[in-house]
T-cell receptor, first 111, second 112 residues
Framework: KAGVTQTPRYLIKTRGQQVTLSCSPISGHRSVSWYQQTPGQGLQFLFEYFSETQRNKGNFPGRFSGRQFSNSRSEMNVSTLELGDSALYLCASSGRDYGYTFGSGTRLTVV | AQSVTQPDIHITVSEGASLELRCNYSYGATPYLFWYVQSPGQGLQLLLK??????LVQGIKGFEAEFKRSQSSFNLRKPSVHWSDAAEYFCAVGSGTYKYIFGTGTRLKVLA
């Protein structure tokens, strides 16, 4: 079956702009989580969605938001981009077994 | 506070040698434990997971891990390393939710 698909793979944005990242989970998976990965902070949990509802949230400012659609696809949005938002953003989906399947990520560079 | 510690930032082993990557956790509830591997520029792949039961867990690619509650550890092992195992390895802990805590990773280098 198809894996977790994240689009786009690479993105370059300017400070102050906003960005939307997309994630299509494995078919049948209803939970979608987002993580930010940076060399300095490692992997940090952003939020998790289940059946279109945010179930868990990490310690990120309100500029980071997300949503999930009825087909379980998810988007995350970052507004007013800062240089420090440059990172690999990873999406992961999960079924009933609690083990994540990760996508390949979106590499965001803010200049 | 909940945390995961991977004390070794870098490890170098020769191909064919055995491998052990260390992971210690601090978690109030009964933990769910995971090991993931990440190749450069890629996402993370699940190697194995432990929820309950037998404390020795077998995973993919010949990896295994042992849960030791008394030591709060979940070390990853492989009897004979292959050059293709060179990657970064992450230990993670969670509970019944999906808000996992990841360690900082151990980068494995394999010498031919």
């Amino acid at each position: 079956k198809a894996g977790v698909t994240q689009t786009p793979r690479y993105l370059i944005k300017t400070r102050g702009q906003q960005v939307t990242l997309s994630c299509s989970p494995i078919s049948g998976h209803r939970s979608v989580s987002w993580y930010q990965q940076t060399p300095g902070q490692g992997l940090q949990f952003l939020f998790e969605y289940f059946s279109e509802t945010q179930r868990n949230k990490g310690n990120f400012p309100g500029r980071f938001s997300g949503r999930q659609f009825s087909n379980s696809r998810s988007e995350m949005n970052v507004s007013t981009l800062e240089l420090g938002d440059s990172a690999l953003y990873l999406c992961a989906s999960s079924g009933r077994d609690y083990g994540y399947t990760f996508g390949s990520g979106t590499r965001l560079t803010v200049v | 506070a909940q945390s995961v510690t991977q004390p070794d930032i870098h490890i170098t082993v020769s191909e064919g040698a055995s491998l052990e990557l260390r992971c210690n956790y601090s978690y109030g509830a009964t933990p769910y434990l995971f090991w993931y591997v990440q190749s450069p520029g890629q996402g993370l792949q699940l190697l194995l997971k432990y929820f309950s039961g037998d404390t020795l867990v077998q995973g993919i690619k010949g990896f295994e891990a042992e849960f030791k509650r008394s030591q709060s550890s979940f070390n990853l092992r492989k009897p004979s390393v292959h050059w293709s195992d060179a990657a970064e390895y992450f230990c993670a802990v969670g509970s019944g939710t999906y808000k996992y805590i990841f360690g900082t990773g151990t980068r494995l280098k394999v010498l031919a």
